[in-house]
């Protein structure tokens, strides 16, 4: 699915990546964890296509070069970034926009666009399975929307369009229990042997609900440590200090 | 004044059927205007619209128009919802539609009279003076409110080329009567004119005036429209303009709060392409207490276009508890567009609410970055930021059938980007 070789990243002359290297499998979820500043975000934002970076090294999807499609045909070609920050659009119907995005993705497929009728068809389905109230769909963009709704928006936005490589940026940062499990059943109800998933994240919690196959720990822009789930729980008691 | 364009004192000899006043009245604002010529950016109230130059640049030759109507079949009407209609060619009242209304409670008229008008400092206004001849005058009775929307179909020939029409209108809307008005510019010439209107609109005690300004075509045309409105107890008027696609557009409005308890909300929504010129400026003259105005005027500006916001409010000492509110925000596409605002505020009561503020930027990366991550591309990206922030102008508009008339002009006007 995704393989990632000596990744190097700079923004304004800063290096930030140093050489991260990741292979992720179909069907497999990998978490990444790490301190404030080590690069996770960056990660996220380099894999979906975001312009300002200067990059050397290998980025491969599905056997293709991402390095020089651009964010668009990225999500096109099946990446999906579930925003740590999700961006207030004023003025911008979610609904309108959602059908947008499903028709470009469908297009560039080949595949038919879908009709408003089929399209709400599939919004009420998403909203019902993820516990989600449809009414955040006919809001604006993100616009007053809570914490906890933008990401819940995040994940409804993941299941709708769905992608095979899902990168969830801190989805989980702020969220109450409830919030949790909602954006934890939006990642399980998707697995399966065809899609992928990489999990960025501070906490451990997230990890009990959802199970990922891989930990890795990064720390200054490489992956310094790989181990299962239970390598999250160490973390959790000893903090990333020792890794150093 | 461009090399062609004399007029001769006896265009005003070829009006007919006027008195002697008026015809002194004529005179003395065509020496006005032949004093001035076309004002240029040395006028204060023209200092970001140098019209003189930009007719220059546009203009080899120039003519007065002279208003006459041939009966073929010009247009094809709205669709989209029920409406009454005023039907003017190139300004001059050609016909009219009220059969959705109860018809004794409406007159409708040719309009030209010139008389009571005041001495003005705007050269455009004087030549309107003297030598406007055919517009519109609409008054509605008393006590009755409009069942549909009026329509007025502003329509230019395909033949109207390289000249200067001078309309006058009224509008006087009566005690307790409503009138929703949609003002629909339909341009058949391909040829570069000037359209030069002066308007009169008087809301009697609890008159209520919606009104709104949209194209439905592109158009070569240069429009001037001075609007003088007088506002009396408790009437509500409103203008949404929506007036995009234009060459040239400068909307002046005068607007006296004179009685208590009244309203005046001027909203913009305004995508400007490649070369064109928009401005509004405004006066709103607070002259009696207890009167809010509102006013938010928003532009997104394309390549090389100009748009310009020149507001002011003015509150009379006697105009206590004063509630005015005025906004200007602008989008530039690139580094060509341009956005100027003079907000301007003047003040002589002391119990007031006045505020103003004015922001301009470019499209925002991240917004675009996280739009594009959902698959959209660059430019449909940018076209739904675009749209996005014009919108809350069109969310004012109650009726949803309108509503959408208008989203789609709005969206044609926003793809051709």
């Known amino acids: ?244 | 004044m461009i090399g062609n364009f004399n007029i001769n004192s006896s265009e005003i000899d070829k009006i007919k059927n006027i008195t002697q006043e008026e015809k002194v009245f004529r005179e003395k604002n065509l020496e006005s205007f032949k004093s001035s010529g076309f004002p240029n950016k040395k006028f204060e109230d023209w200092k970001f619209s140098d019209f003189r130059e930009i007719i220059n640049k546009n203009f080899d030759e120039l003519e007065i128009q002279k208003n006459t109507i041939n009966n073929s079949n010009y247009i094809n009407l709205i669709k989209d919802f029920e409406h009454n209609y005023i039907f003017l060619v190139n300004g001059s009242l050609h016909s009219s539609n009220f059969d959705y209304e109860e018809k004794n409670k409406i007159k409708i008229n040719k309009y030209s009279e010139a008389v009571k008008y005041q001495v003005t400092k705007n050269p455009l206004i004087c030549l309107n003076h003297a030598l406007a001849e055919n517009g519109y005058s609409l008054e509605i009775d008393k006590n009755y409110k409009f069942k549909k929307v009026l329509v007025i179909y502003n329509f230019f020939t395909k033949d109207i080329k390289n000249k200067i029409l001078n309309n006058k209108n009224i509008v006087k809307v009566n005690e307790n009567s409503e009138l929703h008005l949609i003002e629909y510019t339909v341009n058949k010439s391909k040829f570069k004119f000037i359209s030069n209107i002066y308007e009169n609109i008087i809301l009697k005690k609890n008159a209520k005036l919606k009104s709104l300004y949209v194209q439905n075509n592109k158009s070569e045309g240069f429009f001037h429209k001075f609007l003088r409105n007088k506002l009396y107890f408790k009437s509500d008027y409103s203008n949404l303009i929506f007036s995009s696609g234009l060459k040239f557009n400068k909307l002046d409005i005068e607007c006296d709060l004179i009685e208590e308890n009244c309203e005046c909300n001027i909203l913009s929504a305004l995508f400007l392409n490649k070369d064109e010129h928009q401005e509004i400026k405004t006066r709103i003259n607070h002259l009696a207490p207890n009167c809010k105005s509102y006013q938010r005027v928003k532009n997104v500006l394309s390549n090389d276009s100009k748009g310009i916001f020149q507001g002011k409010i003015y509150v009379k000492d006697v105009a206590q508890k004063t509630n005015a509110y005025q906004l200007s925000k602008a989008l530039l596409l690139n580094e060509n567009s341009e956005f100027n605002s003079k907000p301007e505020l003047e003040i002589y009561a002391d119990d007031v609410k006045c505020s103003h503020g004015s922001t301009s930027g470019s499209i925002d990366e991240d917004s675009l970055y996280y739009l594009m991550s959902r698959g959209l591309s660059r430019n449909d990206s940018t076209k739904l930021l675009i749209n996005g922030f014009l919108n809350d102008v069109i969310e004012i508009i109650k009726s949803p059938t309108i509503k959408k008339f208008i989203e789609k002009k709005l969206e044609d006007q926003v793809n051709g980007y």
């Open chain 1, 1 to 244: 699915m995704l393989e990632i070789k000596n990744l190097k990243a700079s923004i304004n002359n800063k290096k930030i990546l140093n050489g991260l290297n990741l292979t992720i499998k179909p069907g497999e979820l990998h978490a990444i964890m790490g301190p404030n500043g080590s690069g996770k975000s960056t990660l996220a934002n380099v894999l979906s296509g975001k312009s300002g970076y200067e990059i050397t090294g290998e980025i491969n999807f599905q056997g293709k070069d991402l390095k020089n499609l651009n964010v668009e045909k990225r999500a096109q070609k099946g990446i999906f970034l579930a925003f740590q920050y999700p961006l207030e659009i004023p003025g911008v119907n979610t609904n309108n926009f959602l059908k947008t995005s499903l028709n470009s993705v469908l297009k560039s497929k080949g595949k038919k666009e879908i009709d408003t009728l089929s399209f709400l068809k599939i919004v009420k389905d998403k909203t019902s399975e993820l516990g989600i109230d449809e009414k955040i769909l006919s809001r604006q963009l993100n616009v007053g929307f809570s914490g906890g709704e933008k990401k819940k928006n995040e994940i409804l936005q993941m299941k709708i369009l769905d992608p095979d490589f899902s990168i969830l940026d801190e989805t989980d940062s702020g969220l109450d229990i409830d919030a949790l499990k909602i954006v934890a059943k939006g990642v399980n109800s998707s697995r399966n042997s065809k899609k992928s998933f990489l999990v960025i994240t501070h906490y451990q919690r997230l990890l009990d609900y959802i199970k990922p196959d891989f930990v890795h720990v990064l720390s200054n822009g490489r992956i310094v440590k790989t181990g299962c789930r239970e390598l999250a729980e160490e973390l959790e008691k000893t903090g990333y200090e020792k890794l150093n």
